[in-house]
């Protein structure tokens, strides 16, 4: 399977520097330039969609749905009935934030990472209209519900995947399908290995759960294959439960990830985070299922080469709402070529 986990096109409330979790902001013209963008690359580099799936926020649909629109086949779809529908699925929302939908994360600043855990800058439950945010727990049963009926069963077709979906959704998206991936299964690209780990680095220093985030329409690249014949992972699996080590503790069992390159953790010592990064794989490894036999290649972290030379219109137009019915200037030039 190739996999792009996509984040969607700049949207009115990125702009107004807002959370919009559950708020359906649309995106801005410079966000519909960036969508295009994003398709019309991907296209360009030969990448063929079998499979769209998108948040169904209007941000995340628009931005699937420009992507699929700059597919060859797109263009002759009366011919090629078979071209993929993007597929909508409120388990891609993003997290919702509760009281903090709509406010200023300027003036209440929130640490993504955490994600729902304790985050001291939301509204306090003795606040009046005070809405609870939402649980990093039940953002993992989402995404867990989407891996289990969407995604996970394409592996062996194989298919070219989109997911467009949010920030913080994407994250957790990885993290999740990380925990189901044994520990040596996971590989960077060389090319790309060099760039994540910094000078002086190398493969070994990059750890995989910890990438960073998406910009708008920045996408992470993966692709997967079959290292191991479905038959002998299913004998290697029964020989292992037979021997009392088909636990998920064990070697590269579920919940084990790359060792930290921070260079604040102490040999022998873990940090806050990652304890209760850890407390999470453990509460979760025992509820997925293991992808053992196949490898994972991380081919591409954030990529904005699309966006290279992509200028925001002048004059507010740029950070004003989309509006599909308004006619483009490309649009107009190259009807006027064609009379």
Known sequence: MHLFLIRHGETVDNVAQVYAGTRDSALTNHGYHQATRLGEHLAGAGVRFTHFF??????????????RAAQPQAATAAAAPGIPAVVQTP?????DFGSLEGVSFVARPYDFARAG??????????????VEMET???????????????????????????????????????????????????????????????AGGGTAAVDVARLGGWSN??????????AVPPREVAEAETEAEAEGAGGAGGAGGAGQRPA????????????????????????????VAMLRGWTTTIRTVNGRQHLSGLKRT???????????????MDAFVKRRKSE
């Open 217 to 226: 329409t920045g996408y992470l690249e993966l692709h997967f294959a079959r």
């Open 136 to 198: 990093r727990e039940s953002i993992n049963a989402r995404v867990d519900a989407f891996l289990n009926a969407h995604l996970l069963p394409l592996l062996d077709v194989p298919p070219v995947v989109a997911v467009v979906s949010h920030g913080i959704t994407l994250m957790v998206l990885w993290r999740q399908l990380l925990l189901r991936l044994p520990r040596a299964s996971v590989a960077v690209h060389p090319e790309l290995a060099g760039s994540l780990a910094g």
């Open 314 to 328: 002048g004059g507010g137009v740029g950070s004003a709402t989309h509006d599909d019915k308004q006619k483009t």
């Open 91 to 95: 388990l891609l929302r993003e997290q």
């Open 260 to 287: 930290s390159t921070s260079p604040d953790a102490a040999p022998g010592r873990k940090t806050a985070g990652e304890e209760e990064e850890e407390e999470e794989e453990e509460a979760t490894s025992s509820t």
């Open 54 to 67: 998108a948040s169904d926020k209007t941000r995340a649909r628009v931005t699937a749905e420009r992507v």
């Open 117 to 130: 855990r304790k985050a001291d800058a939301a509204p306090r439950p003795d606040e009046p209209g005070f």
